[in-house]
């Protein structure tokens, strides 16, 4: 068995020397820069207006003696990529986490317009760009790491959050699709799966009950653990024990019809208002 310093110093060298996160400052994307530094990286912390990563950024590098650079850049921005890698022109960048998402919840005609293409932004067009500037540096280098941020809810179409759904499986192809290309590069991509997991975006969507049967509410803690075990150990990871049974059993047992009818009832339970 690897000592803890042995794999802290293994992750490093083949990560490192420096970790971006964009959407790094609430929930998992903090733990992801609290996780990745306790692993001996240097952490870019991206997060917009709302919660700059300036005290976290501080924070972490006080805790894990690493530096940290906070950036506050607004993910949907037409001009992010830009701001992004003027920003850090100047360090070494080995893996990039995309963990950001925009999330509106509600059925399909009462979504705003204007929110369904901020969430192709933040969760599709985001990670493609970062994905595109910083793959061919890490491709040169031959080694390095790239996660992406999916969910159980890019395996299927659902009703309630159909659109954010379809972004997440846009993640998860992508993500996969990286995985087989890169790979032969020295670079290992992760398609991340979180379920339920107790984050601020995740609490303010207000959900009610999740049905009968529904895994436990995750942690960002141990979900961002499990994400960073499985990087360079296959395409795709989902998060927790029980959502991997639950996926496993969903998507071997129910044909694709009842698949969607049963997470759309899922989703439903969570989120449709009572009259
Ligand atoms: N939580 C769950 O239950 C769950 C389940 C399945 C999948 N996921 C996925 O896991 C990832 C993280 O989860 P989470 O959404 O619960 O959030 P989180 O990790 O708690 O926080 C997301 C971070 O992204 C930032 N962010 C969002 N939009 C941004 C933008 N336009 N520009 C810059 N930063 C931005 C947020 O900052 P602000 O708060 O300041 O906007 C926050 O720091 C997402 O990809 C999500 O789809 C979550």
Not at 193 to 219: D, H, I, K, Q, Y
Not at 246 to 252: D, E, I, N, P, T
Request: include cysteine; charged fraction near 20%; hydrophobic fraction near 50%.
């Amino acid at each position: 068995m690897l000592s803890t310093s042995r794999m802290r110093r293994d992750f490093a060298a083949r990560y490192g020397p420096w970790a971006l996160v964009a959407g790094g400052s609430a929930g998992m994307g903090a733990a992801y820069s609290r996780q990745l530094a306790a692993h001996g990286l240097n952490v870019v912390i991206v997060a917009d207006a709302a919660h700059p990563p300036d005290g976290l950024a501080r924070e972490v590098a006080a805790a894990h003696g690493v530096q940290t650079r906070p950036l506050v850049v607004d993910l949907a921005a037409p001009d992010m990529t830009t701001q992004i890698v003027a920003a850090t022109h100047d360090l070494d960048v080995g893996l990039l986490v995309y963990n950001a998402a925009h999330a509106v919840v509600g059925p399909f005609l009462e979504v705003a317009l204007a929110d369904k293409l901020r969430m192709l932004d933040v969760n599709c067009r985001g990670p493609l760009l970062l994905a595109d500037a910083f793959a061919p540096r890490l491709v040169a280098r031959g080694r390095g790491g790239i996660i992406l941020v999916s969910s159980l809810s890019g395996f299927q179409g659902q009703a309630m959050v159909g659109t954010y759904a379809a972004t997440k499986a846009f993640d998860l192809v992508l993500a996969e699709g990286l995985w087989d290309e890169l790979g032969a590069h020295g670079v290992d991509v992760l398609a991340f799966c979180p379920g339920a997991t107790r984050t601020p975006a995740f609490v303010a969507t207000n959900p009610r009950s999740r049905g009968l049967v529904s895994a436990p509410v995750m942690e960002p803690e141990e979900a961002v653990a499990e994400a960073l075990a499985a990087l360079g150990d296959g395409p795709t990871a989902i998060a927790g024990r029980t959502n991997r049974l639950g996926a496993l059993l969903l998507h071997r047992l129910l044909p694709r019809r009842l698949l969607v009818r049963f997470m759309s009832r899922t989703a439903r339970a969570m989120y449709e208002r009572r009259a």
